[in-house]
Each structure stands twice: as structure tokens, then as C-alpha cells.
């Protein structure tokens, strides 16, 4: 299959929008929130218009590129819209208009400071989202990805007091260092194969530009950026302290941008830059799939434990993520459709999850799940949507999640690694038993202090968001093409990763 | 007029500075604009023969007084001396026009006087960097740091101590490259440096050679504050005088770098065990620079005195550069030269702003400082990020050579990039701490020692420097792979060419 | 054995001498607790440069390099390259000193001393 490619600047246009807000949300710092918020808003619809707009033809198997000027000699800032980008920035600009709605009601609502700040670094992480997933080489993806590292900074640190301080610095510790690693990786990359760019099943002649456990340590300091960033196990440190941020950026971080962003990173050194073909050979990606499978398992018993509702989420998504990241490492077509799947079925459920544990600490001032006793009655569209979420997370049919944990399953077997495939059934029991109590407790537990009384629905503006998504995450269950084609992207992405494989067990 | 603009570059500013006690004489403001419009035209000069030098592809001789080398003294601008004098110029006439409001109270002697050195000092550094012959360098050498020792003295009491230190092993390294000099003259014969590289060809295994490959990497090594010659760095950096301070740390320790380059690379070409064991030793050094000079500043509460220790290992990154020998590694150094510069220069600009406004300088007491001077705190994050590497500012990119350069280089290579990323991470440690208590820490409630009326943070003649300085970190980023293939690949040796 | 020994002086001697006289400022630099006397030290050091420099230029039966009618061969002047050279850094030197001693004049009126340990413990105070 050939690429039809286009010149075109709109993957710019993409990016250059949020920025653009973000210089105007700075400037109107003392005018009116009205008009702050107006920039948000404009400029989350003006990239979702922009996204969809390049989307048919994407469907259609074309690519728009384009490059600016050059980084560094040889290498060009390229951004270019192949299916698998396109999944992730299609996903990611139609959520950040939900999240830019909710995040002003939940601003609003407990009238946070600094709220100008926040919205400028929120909008400059969606830039640099949108530029990882559309760079069309690893130094192009590397300027992003730094620019999310220290955009996402400010909105970890967003409460300015001492717990929020330190998981700042924990954040910053654990991505720039693996930033740097990350760097040196490339700089390999560069100098033995001569480009950076990107190529769907692996970048030629990479496997014979240096000697195997070259490539195999070379492989870990690339995959350890996203790692890191995707907080597998034993780097989620960061994850869990950056939970003191405000629950939109907890949805941004969780669901959205960042470490959806640090998966994606490693699904493109996998499919990309390696390619499945040579990682079978040099059997580097075996490690990473062990690792991701005892991070789905272990998260899922951590969480367990915790009570903090958010903290129990973040657990989740450390778990969940790994799902990406072992469907990637299984390397066989169908768990690369099920990984590309499950980076839009997590993001939908998880932000519906986020979104309702923000709006219950908003409306009642409650995080702990103990406290959260009788809330199904007072709040009852919320916990519908969190209890529709957390049957999809754990992977029920005709929700979201089952599709994605479906295909990884099915290229577990196509590789005969049918542990993998014990692994997600014990996860899905797993991740039953630690959301399902929270929507146990909150419909069929009396309120025991009675002091929901006073409260009622959330407010409009993050209720709509939160309803939205769960819808979003029954009809993708039902219809996973439905608007974006994402499906069709995941599997027209994984092609052309798989293709030309030999051997491999089928 | 454009053939001479080579000596003008020089003349320039000498004949303002030494103008400027008359003239600050006439009206105190006179000697201030008559400095700062030379240091202009010298700007405007290097980067015409920038322009020369590239669009005809051959260096611009200009022999003094007309007299042929090797017996007359001439001036040799190629397009890595040229880039190199443009961005001296222009970080100076920066700090030029950044120095007014410092001077508002003084009188007029202080003022032609503080300006008589400034001038002098960019008179000597643009010497340095565009002389042709090493007798001459010396002497700008000596130019630039008396200068240098006067500038630093005028920064306040404690500075009088720091400059008269410097000054003491400031001509120790002097005296060094002076020594070293007069073994090259033994064997050579010669003081032109093209004479020179031609002569020294038979000579380079000699054990005099050897001897004035060690005298220059002391006397330079001295100048640049290479670990463990650096002592005498922080103090002068710490109290030198704000205004001058860009200047001198941004340029005054880069240009001894070029030197060296021009030296081991132009005239001995990198050939002979000397040059490479010097090349070595002097890896290793900055290395050991590199982190304890990283590890230091983390240690400093003074801003001032974190930028200087900063700066002792951002001068291993251009040695190291230096020292690896390849293509990808001189690009680095050189671009790093430039990037420091700009950085550098940029954040002492901040701090000067700082303490002119508030008189302030401990990093403990910045708490919400960007709500009183956001567009200084602003220019110091791009400044900062680019300090640790982070794209898409400049300093991102000069280390993407170097570590291209060290994984070029193999095994050796590799222990450089670790040190690499340490000290970027070390280097995040202590920014990222400044910029959390800008913006994040409780509101110290600093007192203003000069009173800012109206919508400006600081006076416009500070605001605008700060500002240019800033986004120029972001333009050079952006631009630099225009620099690198338009400029700094006709700076290459020839050697390495090869 | 004297024969040899004056051979070696000169030859080399001289230039060992100033190497001694170099290092000797040196050493003083770093030795002496008074910044008059580390001055005195720089200026020492300095000289042994200047020195080195001279005896390069001299030449065995070398007359003053000053042209005169019928002595074209220029192995019968001394070399008058290295004495100009110093005429340049004996200004420099000697506006280095200048500076220090303005210097030091300051440092004596804040510290009342040019002591270093006497500087150094008010510094601290």
C-alpha cells in the first residue's frame, strides 16, 4: 500500500492553535475569565475542526505532512498525519473540548487560583499532545515530549503548597530524567541509521548497524521515556503523588495527554522505529511485555487498598496503561489493534471515571470511598456514568474496554503466549473488585452521617462532560467506528506496522 | 569603507571608550551614548564581515599599517572568528544599553569611567578574537582583563577583594600563555598565526611543543575558569558589577575557548600525541567541571554566585566539545559558545534587574517575584530551560551536537554523555528550584530600593536587553540548523574537514 | 667538568635560571599572606617572562640591531623582535601593577589592612 502524501500545514495549524490560545489566555490574565475562558474554548473546537478536517482523507489511507524548517542539520521539524497519530490526536482534541468545559465548571466551582496559569499550560499540553502524536520523526516527538514535561509541571504544582511543591519535583525528577535517557537513545538512532524518521514496521537496516545488546540497551533508554511518562511499574511514583492536582488535570494526566502520550511514545519506538520483525529477533520487547503484565497485575492489588478514590483511579490507569504497552510488546497484529484501541477506550473511560470523582469532591467535598456512602442517591447521573465506566474498565460487553482487551487477547494466542491472556482475564476480576465497591457503596449503602442531604447534582458544566463521555464509551462498545473511525485507524496503523512480517507463530 | 571594517571592529570602541571621561566631561549622558553607538558600529562591522567572509569563501586579511605578514601584525576574520565577534558585539552593546539606569546617580567621572572600561573591555575581547598574531593576542588578553579587574572592582566592597584575587591569578595565566608564546617564537621563528601553522608542522613532535601545549592549557585554562583553575571565578562573577556582568561571564570566559580552538585546531591541526594528550587532560578536567561545578551550584543561595558555579560546568560542555575531536563535537562547542553566551548573559541580565529593583540576590527571597516582574521572570524560565537542555530553546541543541559528537567518538564518547546528562539533570535540580520559588513560594515581601513608577517593570533600557536576550535563546534555537549549515560549517577546520 | 658545567650554563643555565625565578614568583603569589607582597611576587614572576624573552633574542657576538652600512648578514645583529615584545609587556605589566596598587589602596580603605587573614576575618564579619 502506498501512501498518497500532501503538503499541507494544517498538522501545524493543530498544534500552533492551543499555543496561540495559550499566548492570549496569558494576556488576558485581567480581563474578564469570561474572555479567558472564551480563548479555551475557541481554540479547543477550532483544533477538533482542524483534526476532523484532515480525517477523511486519513481514512482513505493519506498522509498531510509538512515541515517548517529544519531542527538540526538533516533532520526536518516534520509533522505528518499517518493513522496511528491521527487515532491519538483525533481522541485527544475531541477530549480536551470536554475537558475544557468541565475543567471550567470545576474551576469555577471551587474557585481555584491561578486559574489563567492553569489554562495557559493546560492549552500548551495539548499542543505538545497533538505534536507527539503527529511528529513524523523522534527528534520532532522529543521537542514535544519535553515541552509536555515541563508544560504539565505547572498544573501538578498547581495548589502551590507543600505536598503539591513536592510532587512537582517528583514529576520533574522522574520525566527529565528519563527525558534525557530518552535523548541519547535517539542520538543512537541518528547516528547508526542516519534518519529519524519514522517508518510504519521498523526503520531499515537498523538491526545491522550495531551489535545486539547494543540495540537491546538502546531500545531500553528509548522505551524508558515512555515508560516513565506511562507510569508503568516500578516508575509510577510520580503518577500517584500527582494526584494533588486538580481533578481536571488529573483527567488530562490520566486520561488524555500525558500518559496516554508516554505509551504512545512506545508504541512508537515499537512499531515505528524497531518494528516488530527485528525486536523478535533481538527479543527486547519480551522484558518490556513481563514488566507491563506484572504492572497490570500488581496496580490492580495496590488499588484495591486504597481509599482515596483518586489515588485508587491513578492505580487504575497505571494498570491500564500497561495494557498498551503489553499489546504493543505482544507484536502481533491483532494486540497492536487492541493497544492503538485501548490508548481511545481509556482515555474515554478513565476521564468519565475522573470526571465524576471531581464533581462529587466539587459538589460535596468528599474523596475518600468510605465516606462516600448513599452518594448514588443525591448524585445519581454521576455514579451511573462511574459505574458504567468501571464496567468498562474491567471489560463487559458492549462497553468500550472489551474491544480493546479482546484483541490483545487474540494476539496473545497468535503469538502461543497464552499467560498474557491470564493475565487480562485476572486484571479484568481485579479491576471488578476495586471499582465496583465504590458504586456498591454509593447506590445500596445507607448514608449512615446523613449529610448528603443538602447536596444534589453536580453542576451543569461538568455534569454534561461526564455524561457525554460515558455515553461515548457504550456506543464505541457497540459501534467502535462511530464518528472518528478509530477503530479503522487502529487497524489500518497496525497493517502497515505488521506488514512484510515473517514468522511469528502464524 | 568596508575593506576596513576588520580594524574598525577594534578601533571603534577603543577610541570611545578613551573618548568617554571628555565626553561624560561635556554631559554626563554623552561619554554612555558615545560607547554604546561604537560598540553598535562594531557590531554592525562584524557582522559585515560575516557577510564578506561567507559570500566570498576565503578569510579577510587586513594587514595593519600595511605591512605583509608574517613581519606585520594583520587581522584574520573567517567565518568562525567572525560569528564568534558578532555575538561578543552584540551581547555587549546588550550590556551597553543595559547599564544606564545602574549609573543614573553617579557622577560623571564614575560614569565616563565605568564606560572607558566597558568599551576597553569589548575592545579587547573583539581582539582577541579577530587578531591574526599570538604576540597580538596577548596584548588584547591584557586589554580585556584589566578591564575585566576594573569592571569587577566597581561592583561594590567586597568586589575590590575579588577583583584584586583575579587579577593576581588572572596574570599568573597571563603570564603562562606569555611563556608559551615565547616557545613557539623559539622553535618557529614566526608570530603570524597562518605563518605559524605552516612553520610548526616539522616541529609538532619536539619536546618544546609539548612545553607550550601545557603552558597554553594552563594560561587558558586559567582564563576560562577551567576545573581546578576556576577559583578565582565565583567570587569575581558574584561581585562584579551588575551591569558588566553579562559581559563578563557571558563572553570573557567563552573568548579564551576560541583561543584555544584557533590554537589546537587552526595552527597545530590537531596533530601530534601533545595536542591529543592535552586534549585529553583537559576532557577529563572539564568533566570533573562539569559535575562539580554543577554539584556547587546546587549548593549556593546567592544567585549570582549559582550562575558562576553554572558557569564552570557549562565550560566543560565546551571543552569537552573541544576535546572529542569530530565534526558533531566542534559544532557543539561552538554553537554552545554562542548559546552560552546568550544564556548567560540573559540570566545575569534577570539578576541585575532584580537587584537594581530590590536590591535582592538570595534565591530564598524570590518567592512570587513573576507577579512584580513577569516579563524578566519570563525571559529567565527560557533562559533557565535552556541552561538544562530542554527543547526548543538553544541550549537543547548545542547539547544535541555534543552528544552526537561523544556517541561519534565511541567508548570514550559514551562516558562523556553520562556525564552529559548528569549535569543536564543537576542543571535542572537547581533551576527548576529558582523558577519554583518564583512562581510557587509565598510572597517574600521585598522592599524596592528604586521605586518603579508606571506600567514598566524596569527601566526600558533594562526591559528591552532582558527581552532581546530572551527570545533570542528561542530564535537561536529555532534557527540553529540555518546556523549550522550557512555559518558554522565554513568555521571547520580544515582538519576535521577531512 | 667545569668546561661542561659552563657549556651547560650557556646553554641552558640561563634559561633554567629564569624558570627558577618564575616559579619563585609563583610560590610567593601563593605563599605570602600579604597582598602588598603577592604583588611583589606577580611583579617577579613577570620579570622571569620578560627575561626568558630577552635571552632569546641574544645571540653569541650579535651587535645592536641597528643597520649599518656593508652588515647585511643578519646573523650579526641580535634579535630585535623579542626586546619589542617585551617593551609591550613590560607596559602591560606595569599597567597591571597600577591596578593592583589601586586595588590594594581600596582594600586597605575598607578592611584597614593587607593582611589576608586580617581581610578575610572582617570579611566575615
Redesign the interface.
Known sequence: MTETVIVSIRPFLAVGISLLAAFLIMLSDKANPNVREAWTLLAAFGKFAIIASMMPFVWQGGVYEYTL?????G?GFTLRTDACGMLFAGLSSFLWILTSFYSIGYMRGHHEKNQTGYFAAFAVCMSAAMGIAMAGNL?TL??FF??L??AT??LV?HK?NEE??FS??KY??YT??S???F??GI??I??FTGTTEFNAGGIAGLGEAAPVWVLQIMFFMLCLGGMIKAGMMPFHGWLVSAMVAPTPVSALLHAVAVVKAGAFVVLRIVGYVYGPQLLLEIHAADWLAYLAAFTIVTSSLIAMKQDNLKRRLAFSTVGQLSYVVLGTCILAPYSLVGAMFHIVAHAVMKITLFFCAGAIYVTTHKENISDMKGIGKQMPFTMTAFTIASLGIAGMPFIVGLISKFHIAAGALQMDEPIYVVVLIISALLSLSYLMPVSFNAFFKENEKGDFQKYGEARKDMLIPLCTTAVLAIILGIAPNFGLNLFDLAKTAAESITQGMIGGGW | MSENFPILIVLLPLSAALLSPLFSYLHRDLGRWLVTLAIACSLGCSIGCLQQTLASGEAIHYWMGNWAPPLGIEFVIDPLNATVATVANFVALMGAIYGAPFLKKSSWLETGGYYTLYGLLATGLSGMIITGDVFNLYVFLEIASLSGYGLIAMGGQRSVLASFRYLLIGTIGASFYLLGVGYLYAITGTLNMADMAVRIVPLIDTPSFKIVVGLFIVGFGIKMALFPLHGWQPDSYTYAHPAAAALIAGIMGKVPIYACIRYFYFIFAASGAAIGMGLQIMGIMACCGIILGSVMAIAQKDFRRMLAYSSVAQIGYLIVGMALGNVYGLIGAVLHLINHAFMKGSLFLFIGGVQYRYGEVNIDKFGQLYRKMPIACWMFVIAALSMVGLPPTAGFFSKWYLVLGSMEAGPVGYFYIAIIIISSLLNAIYFFRVIEKIFINPDAGLKEVNPQKGKLELPWQMLLPILIMGIGILVLGLSNATIVSDVLQFALPEVLIK | MIESLNQFLAAKGIYILTLILFFLGIYGMIMCRNYMKKLMSMNIMQVAVIFFFLCLGQKDGGTLPILQTGLTNPDLYVNPLPHALMLTAIVVSLGTTGVAIALLLRIRENYGSVEEEEILRRVDE
Do not use: D, H, S, W
Open positions: 524548517f529544519n531542527i538540526v542539520e533532520i527528534v522529543f521537542i519535553e515541552i514535561t515541563v509541571y505547572p504544582a502551590r503539591a511543591t512537582g519535583r520533574l525528577i527529565l530524567t527525558g534525557q535517557l535523548l541519547a542520538v543512537f541518528y547516528l
